[in-house]
């Protein structure tokens, strides 16, 4: 499964930016989606995972309250919507996909076999 990011943009504090990720010539509604972040000299992250079917849904504590993640299996296509954006959420997003017949939404960034290219994030103060 290839996977495509986009969304990503310059914003202010405060502001909104809605990242989507589809992948391309194949579908994904039998995967666990996750986001992830990398930041400027730091280790990629995780930001939020959300089950096959969309039912469940899990986030880090930096970001729960402000992003929501959800996925649109109709559309074959995983968003995440950002709201209250920080200086400190800047990073590029990455979406990743993991094959499973399980309700599963995991943390741990080696569970994911399939990655997009990720697409910037920039909020400004």
């Known amino acids: 499964v290839q996977l495509q990011a986009s969304g990503g943009g310059l914003v202010q504090a405060g502001g909104s930016l809605r990242l989507s990720c589809a992948p391309s010539?194949?579908?994904?509604?039998?995967?666990?989606l996750g986001w992830f972040r990398q930041a400027p000299g730091k280790e990629r992250e995780f930001v939020a995972a959300v089950s096959r079917s969309g039912g469940s849904t899990d986030y880090a504590d930096s970001v729960k309250g402000r992003f929501t993640i959800s996925r649109d299996n109709a559309k074959n296509t995983m968003y995440l919507q950002m709201n209250g954006l920080k200086p400190e959420d800047t990073a590029v997003y990455y979406c990743?996909?993991?094959?499973?017949?399980?309700?599963?939404?995991?943390?741990?960034?080696?569970?994911?076999?399939?990655w997009g290219q990720g697409t910037l994030v920039t909020v400004s103060s």
């Open positions: 990743a996909a993991k094959p499973t017949n399980y309700a599963l939404k995991p943390r741990n960034e080696n569970e994911y076999p399939y």
């Open positions: 010539g194949d579908t994904f509604n039998r995967h666990a």
